[in-house]
Structures are given as structure tokens and as C-alpha cells.
């Protein structure tokens, strides 16, 4: 799998006037990519397509270079405190993904040159918390690790994070372009996870990610480069073979890393779930999709805002939980275990 290359490249005139912004201008003129001008990042108009699926095609290879102007970071509990804004959209297409409901009508891809700026507010936020460890988030709304062979701002980010005492980053990926990541003085305070699946799920779900072989290679070198990692597994879901598949899946990457020791490895599993709204873009985004989104196959589960979220029932959850727990403690009987449904 080729690293991501985009199709066209959109501006902001402001991010000229910051290193970052500068240099991928100089970078992307000497690839020979379309370059236009945006007034903001927020409201990029005429990406080309003679109808919605195709713009949203298109959209999603097209990179939008801006400035984040809202410095006050969402939160992103339980797992970190705060998320970082980094970017925003992915070149991947992933069925279930639910930035396809929270991106709504701007699903292209935008990446903030003014890192400076990002970095004395994560500051802020870390001083604020005194004594307390402050985690970030950084792939609440984008695979950042699928973009950052072009801009390094991840790299930089794992860098200041590192100086830090009291930060923590955290992010998760389905890409395996590490290579640079590998000597960034991390300080281990970097959790780096993958996010894996089954051989069915990658295949017909998860067009334009790298392939699991690829994505486990990648974890090994993580693991060398000593960053804490994790994987995880979602979302899990029921297929023919499901069971074989998903040991399947464990044990080979129980095989992957034996020779190397990774202290403190993580698993978070979510089993597969879908709201109403989610289902409706799903199906009009990838019209021949097979993901199973039967609602009498499944349980309600009431959500926040009155939007509830359709889970295996639970003899299924309980099955997913019993083969994924047993096969994890079997492999990896010192990882540390999250379950979600
Ligand atoms: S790689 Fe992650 S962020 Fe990108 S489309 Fe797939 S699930 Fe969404």
C-alpha cells in the first residue's frame, strides 16, 4: 500500500505565513499537485464530480492545509483527557467509520500548520492539571499516521509531548507509514495503537488502509522503537467464521511480536455497533456494502442526545467477550484488557 498522495491540494492564503504551511506549499508545487486557494478550511467549494458519491470520492483524496482557529480542545473521556487538533478527515473508507456521520458534508481531509499554537494550548491545558498526568488524543477525527509522511506534524507532536512531564499522547492507526516516526524522542510518553480485524472485516470493509501484514510489521518496529503500544480490535464483528477468523487474528500476532518484548501492551475490543443516522449514510455512500445493519438481528441500547445505538444482542456480546478474552489471556496473558460494546 502506497503512502497517501493527494489528488488535489486546497490552501488557506493565512497558513502561508507559517513554517509548516510554507513548506508543504514548496512540497506539493514540486509534486506537481492542483493547488487552489480556499478562504477557510471550513467551506471549501467546488470539489470536482459530476454527483454526490463522486465528489465525496474526491473529497476524500483532497488535502486541505489551514489554521485551527478554535484553540479550546474538545474533551475525550474516559480514554484521555482532551483531543489534539491535529487534523481532521481520512483518505480511508471504512464502512462503518463514524466520521462519516460527524463530518457530515465536509468529509475532505485538513491538516493546521499552526502547531506553535495547538502546542502552548496543550501546554495550558497540562499546567491547568498540575500534578495530574494530562492525556491527548490526537485520532478523534482523523488517521493522523496516514498523513503525517507529508506533514511530520504528528512527529512534532510526539516530540513536545516527550519534553513534557506531565503529557501524554495517544492515537490509533490503520496505516503502517512509521518509518519516520521511528527515531522521534518520544520518552515513552506516546501510546501508539493499531487498530487490526479480522481477514473478512479488512477485506470488504476497510478499502484504502493498509493490509493487516503490513499494519503488524509496523507494530513490530513501534515495539522496537520502545513507544508503549496497543492494538484495537473493532469493531468486532460477526461474520461466517468469525470465531476461526479472530483467533486467527491474536495468534498471529502473537507470532509477530514473540521475539520482541513489549511491556505494558494494551487491547481495547468494541464490538460492532451502528446508529440510524449512520446507517443511512453508510448505505447511500457505499450502496453495495455488506456490512449487516438488520435492526431486528439487534439490541437497543438508548445513547446520549436520543440517538441509540443498535449492539449484538446479548448471548452474541457475550460470545465476542468470551472468545476475544480467552484468546488474548492465552497469547498475551499480560496485556492489559478494555472491552466495549
Ligand atoms: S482509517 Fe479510521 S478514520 Fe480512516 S476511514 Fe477508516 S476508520 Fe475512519
Redesign the pocket.
Known amino acids: 500500500m502506497k503512502p497517501f498522495i493527494p489528488q488535489l491540494v486546497y490552501f488557506e492564503p493565512n497558513a502561508l505565513e507559517y513554517p509548516l504551511g510554507k513548506q508543504l506549499w514548496q512540497k506539493f508545487t514540486d509534486m506537481g499537485l492542483e493547488i487552489r486557494k480556499t478562504t477557510s478550511h471550513n467551506q471549501v467549494r467546488n470539489i470536482p464530480g459530476d454527483n454526490e458519491l463522486e465528489k465525496y470520492r474526491v473529497a476524500k483524496s483532497t488535502l486541505v492545509v489551514g489554521i485551527r482557529k478554535t484553540l479550546k480542545f474538545d474533551t475525550s473521556k474516559p480514554s484521555a483527557e482532551y483531543a489534539i487538533p491535529l487534523a481532521t478527515g481520512?483518505m480511508?473508507?471504512?464502512h462503518y467509520?463514524y466520521?462519516q456521520t460527524t463530518l457530515g458534508s465536509k468529509p475532505y481531509i485538513r491538516t493546521y500548520v499552526n502547531l506553535e499554537e495547538i502546542f502552548n494550548q496543550a501546554q495550558k491545558y497540562i499546567s491547568e492539571r498540575e500534578p495530574d498526568i494530562t492525556r491527548f488524543e490526537a485520532a478523534c477525527t482523523?488517521?493522523i499516521v496516514?498523513i503525517d509522511h507529508l506533514t511530520h506534524s504528528l512527529k512534532k507532536t510526539i516530540e513536545f509531548i516527550g519534553k513534557t512531564n506531565l503529557g501524554r499522547l495517544r492515537f490509533v492507526t490503520?496505516y503502517h507509514h512509521v518509518d519516520h516516526l521511528l527515531d522521534a524522542e518520544h520518552n515513552g510518553h506516546t501510546r501508539f495503537r493499531f487498530?487490526i480485524n479480522s481477514k473478512y472485516v479488512i477485506k470488504n470493509f476497510?478499502a484504502g488502509?493498509s493490509p493487516l501484514e503490513q499494519r503488524i510489521q509496523a507494530a513490530k518496529k513501534i515495539a522496537q522503537a520502545k513507544y508503549p503500544l496497543g492494538f484495537i480490535i473493532a469493531p468486532i464483528y460477526i461474520h461466517e467464521n468469525w470465531q476461526e477468523e479472530y483467533t486467527d487474528l491474536i495468534k498471529k500476532l502473537s507470532d509477530a511480536l514473540a521475539p520482541i518484548s513489549v511491556p505494558d501492551l494494551t487491547f481495547e475490543l468494541i464490538q460492532h455497533r451502528y446508529t440510524k443516522p449512520a446507517k443511512k449514510v453508510i448505505q447511500e455512500r457505499y450502496p453495495n456494502s455488506k456490512l449487516e445493519m438488520n435492526e431486528e438481528d439487534r439490541k437497543y441500547k438508548w445513547g446520549r442526545y436520543g440517538i441509540g445505538k443498535y449492539v449484538y444482542p446479548d448471548d452474541e456480546a457475550n460470545a465476542i467477550k468470551d472468545l476475544m478474552q480467552l484468546n488474548i489471556k492465552k497469547y498475551f496473558p499480560q496485556a492489559k484488557v478494555e472491552y466495549f460494546t
Open positions: 481520512c480511508g473508507h471504512c467509520c466520521l482523523s488517521d496516514g490503520k487498530s476497510e488502509t
